[in-house]
Structures are given as C-alpha cells and as structure tokens.
C-alpha cells in the first residue's frame, strides 16, 4: 500500500488524489486560532497543495467516535486527528484491522506517538507533512483488549492521570492545582503492591511502586522525552520501579532522561511478546496512554504487530521541501 502513496526512485507522489478527513478535537490543549478559522483554512490549503480532497471536522469529544464513523462511511482513505493523545488512541481504535491510515495533527500535550513517528510538533509543519506522507504499519499494545500506542501505567504514576483526567476542561489556575497535588501526592508516596509477572520465560514476585509497559523499546539516550527507535519490532518492554518512594521513582526519571535507566539496580527492565501480571485484588486502575481505565485482573498484555497502518513523513530534499512550501502559499 505505502507504494500507492510515494515513489522512492522519483520521490513523487504517484496518487495525488486522496479523500482526506481532518477531524480536530477542539479542547485539545494547543488549540488556539481553530475557531477564527484563518488556521483551518491554512490546514486545508496544506492538503489542497498536493491534489488531496479535504474535509475538516472541528468537534467536541463527544461527537470524535460519531465524526469518525461518518467519514468512514463517506469513504475516507486517510485520517487525520488533531489532538493529544487520548484523542489520538481513540482513532486508531477505530482503524486497526482497516486500510486507512492514521495521520496526527499533534495538538496535546505531549504528543507521544506524533514524536516516534518524527511528525513535525508545529501544526503547520505537520499538515504539510501528512499531505505528502507515505504509509508504514506500527505495532499496538494491548492490554485485556484495550489498546495503547505509547504504553501502559500501573501503580504509582497512576494518580496523574487520575487528577488530569479530574481537571480537564478547567480554567488554567485549576488544572494547574490540580497537577500539583498529584505530583506532591507521587513524591510523597510510598504505596507498594505485591504483583506476579509471568512473560513467557520466568515467573516473578516483585514489590513495585510503579511499572510502564511499552510498545517497544525506549532508546537509551540523553532526552527529556524517551524516545523509541522503533514501532514496528514486535516487543513488549516492561520497566518495573522497586524504587522505596515516589522521591526515589522521581531521581530515576531524571537518570532517564540522562540515558542512564538500565543501570538503575531498581528498575527490573523485561522484553516480551506477552505479560501477565497478577495481584490479590479483582481490578486496578490503569493509564492507557494517559487515558485512565479500569481493568479487571488479571492483567493480559500483548503485543499486536504491525496492526496499525499510519501516515510518517517523508524526508524531502531542501528542494523538494520548497516547492511543497511555495505550492502552499500560493493556494492561501
């Protein structure tokens, strides 16, 4: 399929014609200048540029699943969300087991997976990205049937999703209170829970403050975000924190971010196809990708490879680059 969108001998797009939806969660939180709509119809020029076919979505969260089945129905051949990451996941809900791919405006927060993929963070950037994308399939998480695209919480780090998820949609001062009671609540805590880890080759007991389960592997290396080299190696990786205090957990995040995490002697760092996790209790609380979910126990990881068709940019000589910027600006 990626060849019915770009050539690499002659670095042309040999479909020009695509039936694009752009569909823009409006409370995503860097959207400033959508409702003036100066920037959506830059967003659409972007497209427009490259002979797509275009139509624009500028909705509420509780009108993305009904948006998305519509443009479905009307015969979309890519998707493209504008949002953060939760908005994000629940698109590619929608599309796993399709042949239309998911495109990312990256208009959160973080902005996770727009990161892996190497979409550019700067929405004009971005759209002028996508609309001359190729296709790739990535992997996808999953855990008792719920999907995540950049990984999987328990335990401690928890409790910011819990307090993001309490104050979203609140004026800045609140949302701000709010994400600093549950850091103070992380740094203080000391909450262990006693689980079982089953991956296939060994069987372990372990006392964990927090555990992130990723899909793939984070690079080693200097970032304030983790970075991955890949989606698409078919790997789980779990990195599990026996860390005494949210303290000790927060000093090992910065050892990260340095590129320092594997020699951490408690972080207990697991690669697998499957993991099972268990603990004496009915169900926990779990952050799919910043997402808090309830999930019953055990929990059943997996991971399911290339599953996921999605838009990533291709590199463009300074060239090419320019005429894609000039054909822009002419069409505004």
Same mark, same amino acid.
């Given at each position: 399929?990626?060849?019915?969108?770009w050539?690499r001998?002659?670095?042309?797009?040999?479909?020009?014609?695509?039936k694009?939806?752009?569909?823009?969660?409006k409370?995503?939180g860097?959207?400033?200048d959508?409702? &003036?709509?100066? *920037?959506?119809?830059?967003? *659409?020029?972007?497209?427009?540029?490259? /002979?797509?076919?275009?139509?624009?979505?500028?909705i509420?969260?509780?009108?993305?699943?009904?948006?998305?089945? #519509?443009?479905?129905?009307q015969g979309?051949?890519?998707l493209?969300?504008?949002?953060?990451? /939760?908005?994000?996941?629940?698109?590619?809900?929608?599309?796993?087991g399709t042949?239309?791919p998911?495109? +990312?405006?990256?208009? /959160?927060?973080?902005?996770?997976?727009?990161?892996?993929?190497k979409?550019?963070?700067?929405?004009?950037?971005?759209a002028?990205?996508?609309?001359?994308?190729r296709v790739?399939?990535?992997d996808? /998480?999953?855990?008792?049937?719920?999907?995540?695209?950049?990984n999987?919480?328990?335990?401690?780090?928890?409790?910011?999703?819990?307090?993001?998820?309490?104050v979203?949609?609140?004026?800045? +001062?609140?949302?701000?209170?709010?994400? &600093?009671?549950?850091?103070?609540?992380? $740094?203080? &805590?000391?909450?262990?829970?006693? %689980?079982?880890?089953?991956?296939?080759?060994?069987?372990?007991?372990?006392?964990?403050?927090?555990?992130?389960?990723?899909?793939? #592997?984070? *690079?080693?290396?200097? =970032?304030?975000?983790?970075?991955?080299?890949?989606?698409s190696?078919?790997?789980?990786?779990a990195?599990?924190? @026996?860390?005494?205090?949210?303290?000790?957990?927060?000093r090992? +995040?910065?050892?990260a971010?340095?590129?320092?995490? !594997?020699?951490?002697?408690?972080?207990v760092?697991?690669?697998?196809?499957?993991?099972?996790? =268990?603990?004496?209790? =009915?169900?926990?609380r779990v952050?799919?990708?910043?997402e808090?979910?309830?999930?019953e126990?055990? *929990?059943?990881?997996?991971i399911?490879?290339?599953?996921?068709?999605? $838009?990533?940019? %291709?590199?463009?000589?300074?060239?090419?680059? @320019? !005429? =894609?910027?000039d054909?822009?600006?002419?069409?505004?």
């Amino acid at each position: 399929m990626a060849g019915q969108w770009w050539n690499r001998r002659t670095r042309n797009s040999v479909q020009p014609v695509m039936k694009f939806h752009v569909v823009v969660n409006k409370r995503a939180g860097t959207v400033l200048d959508w409702e &003036s709509g100066s *920037l959506q119809q830059e967003i *659409l020029a972007a497209f427009r540029a490259h /002979g797509h076919e275009v139509t624009l979505h500028l909705i509420s969260p509780d009108d993305l699943v009904p948006t998305i089945d #519509r443009a479905l129905a009307q015969g979309c051949q890519a998707l493209i969300i504008g949002g953060g990451d /939760g908005t994000v996941r629940t698109g590619a809900i929608k599309l796993m087991g399709t042949d239309v791919p998911l495109g +990312i405006l990256p208009l /959160g927060t973080l902005n996770r997976l727009a990161r892996d993929l190497k979409i550019p963070l700067e929405v004009h950037a971005a759209a002028a990205a996508l609309a001359n994308a190729r296709v790739e399939a990535i992997d996808v /998480g999953e855990v008792n049937g719920r999907i995540f695209l950049n990984n999987s919480l328990l335990g401690l780090t928890v409790i910011y999703s819990q307090y993001r998820q309490a104050v979203r949609g609140r004026p800045f +001062i609140e949302r701000m209170r709010g994400y &600093s009671t549950a850091v103070i609540e992380i $740094l203080k &805590s000391r909450r262990r829970m006693d %689980v079982d880890i089953d991956h296939g080759q060994s069987r372990m007991r372990v006392r964990v403050l927090s555990m992130a389960v990723s899909n793939n #592997r984070y *690079l080693e290396n200097a =970032s304030l975000m983790l970075q991955k080299e890949t989606l698409s190696d078919g790997v789980l990786a779990a990195y599990i924190s @026996q860390h005494p205090s949210g303290w000790a957990l927060a000093r090992a +995040i910065v050892r990260a971010m340095l590129g320092r995490f !594997r020699s951490d002697p408690n972080i207990v760092h697991i690669e697998a196809h499957e993991i099972d996790v =268990s603990a004496r209790r =009915s169900r926990l609380r779990v952050s799919n990708d910043g997402e808090l979910d309830i999930v019953e126990m055990p *929990l059943r990881y997996k991971i399911r490879p290339r599953a996921l068709k999605v $838009l990533v940019p %291709v590199t463009e000589s300074p060239a090419d680059a @320019q !005429r =894609s910027n000039d054909a822009v600006l002419a069409r505004s």
